[in-house]
């Protein structure tokens, strides 16, 4: 595999993936869980355009991108809000004492 | 006009159970009032309805695609189990006027009794095999509804749901016999699969036939389903008389009546069927010798006496099965109110706590007795010429192992009946208890019931002839009734059932000079009391469900970690499984 | 009115209507607090959104085909899985209105509530008009987005707030994966319009890789098993109207996504129908093993979802292996039932539940022990949730029972030993169910009411409109069940087209 751009946005692309998706499995605060879905949602607006790239569709791609990132930022802020209401009902941002509806 | 009588057969009672929710909890004499007259109104159109049989009319409405067309057809199959549906359910309903006097819910007693009653003519009187479904499961949800009509008490609630979920676990066979006929025929309609078993591949028709056979024990509470009829007698004692004693269970024999034509060929599935007949008479009929609540006797009898309709079927009997259907219906459900009229008044159901009620009831042990007669089989009454009719189907071409066995199930017959009878109403008479006679609506009830236990053998012929002429598939020899008669008379085959019965009847009386004997046997007793294992079946399996239930839990910790794990897993076995399987 | 015009309105009614909801609402509250505009206003938008409707169905129906309309280059199509799918979101939003205004009647911030309920039934019924596989993406993205808030409404409950943080984030999860899937074959074909994927996609890894990324990404929200983990919360602590829309009509609009999606990438591989079936089987027997041990109502509910979606994938799964038409219309006829059916469950438990604790001021989920008596002081309720739990059982004569009955007969049509083996499978999961649902209905119809029936509040006239609306849906479509075949049978066909049968 030589170092060529697409490669190498590939390696980050699988590499932003790759730490978001250890920190949602390992983190226990709320808002870093959501600065990993950040992280996993940059992957896919970089595959986004890369792909619009490779097709020679680089506006295209750059336009999803974009799209994305309105979408995404709802979802941050809509998070965000959440966490913030856990912490005031809850008193505590840790994901383990998020645990009472189980079984 | 005969679609007039049909529509009115099925409808009356499903507008009554309509109207009395409707009408709701106010005033108990109208609720009553309700329920009399629409039932009463469905018996007549039911009666009514029976010249048509012989003429076979096909009604249809057409619903298209997978559903098929919803039929109905007017043969003389339907009409009499229809019949038997509407009767006896009036009667039943006439007699919970007295039973279920001043206790609350009535509306919804009534309207599942109705829903019950239209629902089990609509099961007889259909030839679409999913409608026929549709119907089969009508009558297990009202079953269940009305075995835990108590629905404070734990053992009501727990019969029920025992109910429902064996007779629904059978109904898959039927279910896949319905599916697999749609699958290689497209349409739902049996009548064609009856006239050419053909159009099925012989393989499939087995599937099918099998099915229906597991459809049918877990409805007529046959060998291995037969546990849930005992549980079933927390119901109100109409109930116990109407659903489990005279139509529902019948459902069962009237599905493999109904498709003898079809399946007599499948290889082995006749000998099954005897087996299953066999066993299950045999099983129960031991049960009912140790039992000692009069309801439990009864369903332990009940599952004996289908055992024997079910035998006959399997032997090719079918106009016997059918013809000692009709007999039970009649002396059972008059066993079943009646005992309904001595549980009412002593307020127990140990027969053990009864004894010597035979001085303040007469009129009910009058017709107790009479309904014991004729489930013992004695001559004249109507189980004796059903009952020998089936012996006599068995001895044609069928393995004389499982006939012997048979006769000697009449043999026990006699035996636990005589048992029942002298415990609940000869013997010492406890004297603090004061015990009052049957009601006048339950004398209404149980009067035609009783006559009917004497005669109904007298339409032997013309109900032969009802069948024989609107089921051309089935090829029935029948007779008239003096033929019939004579057939049984002459027979020696009679004779020696009738040996073995009055054995029975004896050492039924003499019970206690053979407590030796009885010592003996004393094993076979407690296998008997605990169901021969069955229960402890059901139990485990029950067990097995729940802890697997409780243990599969710990899949929801509830930590947001873990649940994303789950997702990545899940995401990485499919990539693994495309990287193997590829496209 | 010309039907791409009313088509337009269907989608765009119910989007316009949410900033006008919250607008009326929020500046009526301010001058006369207590008068709650907002659900009219929300009510008056939905019931609005049926006659665009009715108009573009007719078109549909008469033409035969999908009716579409091109907004500078996104163009959006009803086909049938989305008329379907927009009828059923109508109608059952409607009532949902109806039954949440005396729900909430004591709740802050109503406004926010319908509004959001307006944007999300847009959400789902765009989703089912996409034909491009990014605004598939940003339908799904709008109709999750709108139901995060909804979920956590009770926002001074730990647990509702809890229900919404795990919903939130493997949503979100979901749509991710989902973006690179888009990713992933964007750039291996140059297109986003599902029907040029469908024509030329090639057999490579990556587009393998897609179609796994997609059935995850819309899996989470189809609560396919073992992706499902956050419906058990989200269903149970959401407010019971939002129950009935997450579990009626949000995870099914998550399967059609999926479907849309997947069936681009049909030609690629043959597992699809395989993964399908087996999320199926697991659906069923997971969802009702854990409903058989749970002791809140809400919760047992959400479970019994993960089962009916095994049985809708069963069907919808048989249509991808073997391509058998009525399966794939017994599916979505099982989609609307069950929408109705657990609709029905979820609002007649809410009643309840708002009648014993929250008219009491109180935020508790409902137990099975809160049951008991029911039906003496809340008769239509415990009548309603009855006819519900049967219908779910597949008891007829309910509609439960029919809709069951096509995807089974369309698994025996394939005359498939695997098909015919899970067909029975999911007959044994359904007598299974009954272990649960049955002794729910008679601790109702016991004498002897718990403590908490007996301190109830009544319940208001709006409520039981809207139970007994549903009730009769239930009840008519079990006796005369090719009443919707005109739904059932486009949608069929649709999917089968989308497979290129």
């Given at each position: 595999m030589n170092l060529s751009v697409p490669n190498i946005v590939i390696l980050i692309v699988i590499g932003l993936l790759g730490v978001g998706t250890y920190a949602l499995l390992t983190v226990r605060n709320l808002i870093k869980v959501v600065v990993a879905l950040q992280i996993m949602v940059k992957a896919a607006m970089l595959a986004l355009v890369l792909a619009g790239r490779l097709q020679g569709q680089e506006n295209l791609g750059q336009s999803l991108a974009l799209t994305v990132i309105v979408a995404d930022t709802i979802v941050a802020v809509v998070g965000l809000a959440l966490a913030v209401q856990v912490r005031r009902v809850v008193g505590t941002l840790d994901l383990s004492a998020l645990t009472t509806l189980r079984r | 006009m005969a679609m007039t009588w049909l529509t009115l057969t099925i409808g009356l009672p499903w507008l009554g159970a309509l109207v009395i929710w409707l009408a709701g909890d106010r005033d108990e004499k109208f609720t009553h009032l309700l329920a009399v007259a629409f039932s009463v109104a469905a018996g007549v159109a039911a009666l009514l309805l029976l010249?048509?049989?012989?003429?076979?009319l096909v009604y249809s409405l057409p619903m298209g695609g997978v559903f098929g067309d919803f039929t109905f057809v007017v043969d003389g199959l339907g009409v009499f189990l229809a019949a038997i549906a509407t009767v006896v359910g009036s009667l039943a309903v006439i007699f919970s006027v007295d039973y279920m006097?001043?206790?609350?819910q009535l509306p919804r007693y009534y309207a599942f009794v109705l829903f019950f009653i239209g629902g089990m003519a609509g099961l007889v009187l259909t030839s679409n095999l999913l409608l026929m479904f549709f119907f089969w499961e009508i009558t297990a949800l009202c079953s269940y509804a009305l075995i835990s009509?108590?629905?404070?008490d734990p053992k009501a609630v727990a019969g029920g749901i025992k109910a429902l979920i064996i007779t629904q676990l059978g109904g898959i066979g039927l279910l896949a016999g319905a599916l697999l006929l749609y699958a290689y025929t497209?349409?739902?309609?049996f009548h064609v699969l009856l006239e050419?078993?053909?159009?099925?591949?012989a393989g499939v028709l087995a599937w099918m036939g099998f099915g229906c056979l597991i459809a049918a024990a877990a409805k007529s509470a046959?060998?291995?389903?037969?546990?849930?009829l005992p549980d079933a007698m927390e119901a109100p004692t109409p109930i116990s008389a109407l659903?489990?004693?005279?139509t529902m269970v019948n459902a069962g024999v009237y599905l493999l009546a109904r498709f003898y034509p079809a399946f007599?060929?499948?290889?082995g599935w006749r000998e099954a069927v005897m087996i299953v007949g066999m066993l299950s008479a045999l099983l129960a009929a031991v049960m009912a010798m140790v039992a000692t609540d009069l309801k439990r006797v009864l369903a332990y009898s009940t599952i004996s006496q289908l055992g024997f309709m079910v035998y006959a079927v399997g032997a090719g009997g079918v106009f016997a099965s059918q013809f000692h259907l009709l007999s039970h219906s009649v002396f059972k459900a008059l066993l079943f109110l009646a005992a309904g009229a001595v549980i009412h008044s002593v307020?127990?159901?140990d027969m053990r706590r009864m004894g010597g009620l035979g001085k303040d009831m007469p009129v009910t042990r009058a017709v107790f007795v009479i309904g014991g007669l004729a489930l013992a089989g004695?001559?004249?009454?109507n189980g004796f010429w059903s009952k020998e009719l089936i012996l006599e189907a068995g001895?044609?071409?069928?393995?004389l192992w499982l006939y012997a066995l048979m006769v000697f199930v009449a043999g026990l017959t006699a035996f636990y009946t005589v048992r029942m009878i002298s415990m609940v109403?000869?013997?010492?008479?406890?004297?603090e208890r004061h015990v009052h006679d049957a009601g006048n609506a339950m004398k209404v009830a149980l009067l035609p019931l009783a006559i009917g236990s004497l005669?109904?053998?007298?339409?032997a012929g013309p109900f032969g002839h009802l069948l024989a002429e609107s089921l051309p598939a089935h090829h029935l020899e029948v007779h008239s009734t003096l033929a019939v008669v004579e057939e049984v008379i002459t027979a020696p085959a009679t004779y020696l059932a009738l040996g073995v019965v009055a054995l029975g009847w004896l050492a039924g009386w003499q019970r206690r000079r053979l407590s030796r004997v009885g010592q003996a046997l004393s094993g076979v007793g407690k296998a008997a009391a605990e169901s021969f294992g069955f229960e402890a079946i059901n139990r485990g399996v029950v067990n097995a469900t729940q802890k697997l239930a409780e243990a599969l839990r710990?899949?929801?910790?509830?930590l947001l970690n873990w649940n994303v794990f789950a997702i990545v897993c899940a995401f990485l076995i499919l990539l693994a499984s495309l990287a193997v399987g590829g496209r | 009115m010309e039907a791409g015009v009313a088509f337009l309105l269907v989608v765009g009614l119910p989007l316009l209507g949410t900033p006008l909801i919250y607008l009326v609402g929020r500046l009526v509250e301010r001058r006369k607090?207590?008068?709650?505009p907002a659900r009219w206003v929300a009510l008056l938008v939905l019931l609005a959104a049926f006659y665009p409707l009715a108009i573009a169905l007719q078109v549909i129906l008469d033409q035969g085909g999908p009716v579409s309309f091109s907004l500078g280059v996104i163009r959006l199509q009803l086909d049938g899985v989305g008329a379907l799918l927009a009828t059923l979101v109508l109608v059952l939003s409607v009532l949902v209105t109806l039954f949440s205004g005396p729900y909430l009647?004591?709740?802050?911030?109503?406004e926010k509530f319908y509004a959001l309920l307006s944007a999300m039934v847009g959400g789902m019924i765009g989703l089912g008009c996409a034909t491009d596989l990014f605004n598939l993406w940003v339908w799904f993205e709008l109709m999750a987005i709108a139901s995060y808030p909804l979920v956590a409404?009770?926002?001074?409950?730990p647990a509702a707030l809890e229900a919404g943080v795990k919903y939130l984030v493997q949503s979100a999860v979901g749509s991710a994966l989902v973006l690179i899937g888009i990713a992933l074959v964007f750039g291996q074909?140059?297109?986003?319009t599902l029907s040029a994927i469908r024509a030329n996609?090639?057999?490579t890894p990556v587009m393998l890789a897609a179609g796994a990324l997609f059935l995850i990404g819309f899996g989470v929200k189809a609560a396919l098993v073992p992706l499902h983990t956050w419906l058990p919360d989200a269903h149970s602590q959401a407010p019971s109207g939002i129950s009935a829309m997450l579990s009626g009509v949000v995870i099914e609009a998550g399967l059609i996504a999926l479907l849309r999606a997947l069936g681009a990438l049909f030609?690629?591989?043959?597992?699809w129908g395989v993964f399908l079936l087996v999320f199926a089987a697991l659906n069923m027997l997971l969802g009702n093993l854990m409903a058989l041990?749970?002791?809140?109502v809400k919760r047992l509910l959400a479970f019994s979802s993960l089962s009916h979606m095994g049985y809708i994938v069963l069907g919808i799964g048989c249509a991808f292996a073997f391509g058998a038409p009525n399966a794939a219309a017994g599916g979505f006829f099982h989609v609307i039932t069950h929408g109705l059916m657990k609709g029905l469950a979820f609002l007649a438990a809410g009643a309840l539940l708002y009648a014993v604790y929250i008219a009491n001021g109180k935020h508790q989920p409902l137990m099975?022990?809160?049951?008991?008596?029911?039906a003496t002081r809340y008769p239509l309720a415990a009548f309603t949730l009855s006819v519900a739990l049967l219908g779910l059982g597949g008891i007829?004569?309910?509609a439960g029972f029919m809709s069951k009955w096509q995807i089974f007969v369309g698994g025996f049509e394939t005359r498939q030993t695997w098909a015919i083996v899970l067909v029975i499978f999911a007959a044994l999961n359904s007598v299974l169910s009954l272990g649960y649902y049955a002794p729910l209905i008679n601790r109702m119809y016991r004498h002897q009411p718990s403590s908490r029936i007996e301190s109830g509040q009544p319940v208001s006239a709006w409520m039981n409109a809207a139970l007994l609306i549903l009730t009769l849906g239930v009840v008519v479509l079990g006796f005369?069940?090719?009443?919707?075949s005109w739904l059932t049978q486009p949608a069929a066909q649709s999917l089968l087209a989308l497979l290129g049968g």
């Open positions: - | 010249p048509y049989g012989k003429e076979r006097h001043g206790e609350g009509f108590h629905n404070d497209g349409s739902n309609d050419n078993p053909a159009i099925l591949p046959q060998f291995p389903f037969q546990t849930w659903i489990h004693a005279a007599a060929g499948v290889p307020g127990t159901r004695i001559p004249i009454f001895l044609h071409e069928n393995p109403f000869y013997g010492e008479a406890h004297p005669t109904t053998w007298l339409l710990v899949t929801q910790p509830g | 607090p207590g008068l709650n009647n004591r709740e802050e911030h109503q409404f009770h926002r001074q409950t074909t140059g297109t986003l996609a090639p057999l030609a690629v591989s043959q597992l041990r749970q002791t809140q099975v022990d809160d049951l008991d008596g029911a007829p004569p309910l005369w069940p090719s009443l919707v």
